[in-house]
């Protein structure tokens, strides 16, 4: 086992501090990353916080993770020393259920286990993420990250990224169909890039001004308020697809009537419940449905995607010893449009505190 510097939750109600953690030695079939940066999810924050159930403390938040990898056990063949990997927000999973062997491990009918907050499936110990200097992972839940993007803003293609990819890749999404995005913040600005590269018509549901300006700078063609009624009829029957990344309970209803026959509408944020009525549905053969992250697969396929189109997510860089302000901000929605964490500058500070 090898110590490392890392900040974690130590209960659900004090503030992250630093903590020193052990990871694993390798296995054959490891790599050891020395993390560069890490991105800061809202889902860290509801798990520090226990807020999606009991948390396994101390936790070490992080899903959106961008190293170089520094050591490979002797089976490793994906990677060697010195590339640029990334790690999401799966470590592990069962590797012999339907899902996973149609690549889809997000929906490993056995549970996944998860980068952090979740358990090792051999040895039970609890995982820790990307809050932390360096991380030892399988190199089939590894991915390559193309040299040619910029790493502070790979990290959350990692989670709010894939997130996006994922269903408008699944549900074939290219030009000629016009897509609406509900919400813009880390998933939404991520569905605008990408459904814009891949030739569509976008829109961007919103009730802000400041949101609907931000929308068109990142490529978006349309925008609709969704507060005014007249917009919203003139908006009905139009779209293809849409994708609500909103992150609680809200009515579907008015979105629905906005879809064509046939239509589909997606959630990928909302994990509460959310109202619906069957008419809108009924009467135009709609459809709802729900997508998770991507398959390393998938998330493999969306970082080439992104490199080939030059994207990347708009960040505000911190460091590690800010993360509790950042998570304030991110409950104000005062971020445009992820924290990027860089461990390399924390990692420079543990050394230089030993020396």
């Excluded at 990353?33 to 159930?53: K, M, P, T």
């Excluded at 992250?293 to 860089?317: K, P, R, S, W, Y």
Aim: charged letters at 20%.
């Amino acid at each position: 086992m090898t110590k490392v510097h890392a900040y974690a939750a130590l209960d659900a109600t004090t503030p992250l501090q630093a903590h020193v953690i052990e990871r694993r030695d390798l296995k054959p079939t490891d790599i050891q990353i020395e993390i560069l940066y890490s991105g800061v999810c809202h889902s860290d924050l509801h798990q520090a916080r226990s807020e999606w159930g009991p948390a396994i403390y101390p936790l070490v938040p992080g899903h959106e993770i961008v190293g170089r990898v520094t050591a490979v056990g002797e089976q490793v063949s994906r990677f060697k020393v010195g590339d640029l990997a990334g790690v999401g927000c799966m470590v592990d999973s069962c590797q012999h259920c339907d899902s996973c062997a149609e690549g889809l491990e997000q929906y490993c009918e056995n549970g996944a286990t998860w980068t952090y907050n979740s358990r090792e499936r051999d040895t039970k110990l609890p995982t820790h993420g990307g809050y932390s200097t360096d991380i030892v992972v399988t190199e089939g839940f590894a991915v390559h990250v193309p040299e040619t993007l910029d790493i502070r803003g790979v990290a959350p293609l990692l989670c709010a990224g894939i997130t996006m990819f994922s269903p408008l890749n699944h549900w074939k999404i290219g030009k000629g169909h016009r897509v609406a995005i509900v919400g813009l913040g880390g998933l939404g600005h991520m569905g605008i890039k990408l459904a814009v590269a891949m030739g569509a018509d976008v829109t961007l549901f919103t009730t802000s001004q400041g949101k609907a300006d931000d929308a068109i700078r990142l490529g978006a063609h349309h925008v609709v308020f969704s507060t005014d009624r007249d917009a919203m009829k003139a908006a009905r029957g139009s779209f293809d697809f849409i994708i609500s990344t909103v992150p609680s309970g809200h009515d579907l209803n008015p979105y629905l009537m906005t879809l064509k026959r046939d239509g589909q509408l997606v959630i990928v944020g909302a994990l509460e419940p959310v109202g619906l009525s069957g008419m809108p549905l009924v009467g135009q053969r709609r459809s709802v449905a729900g997508s998770n992250i991507g398959g390393i697969a998938e998330t493999q396929q969306m970082l080439d995607f992104c490199a080939e189109h030059g994207i990347v997510a708009d960040v505000e860089m911190i460091r590690m010893q800010d993360i509790n302000e950042a998570y304030e901000r991110m409950l104000k929605n005062d971020v445009k449009y992820r924290f990027v964490i860089d461990m390399a500058a924390y990692r420079a500070e543990q050394e230089s505190a030993a020396d």
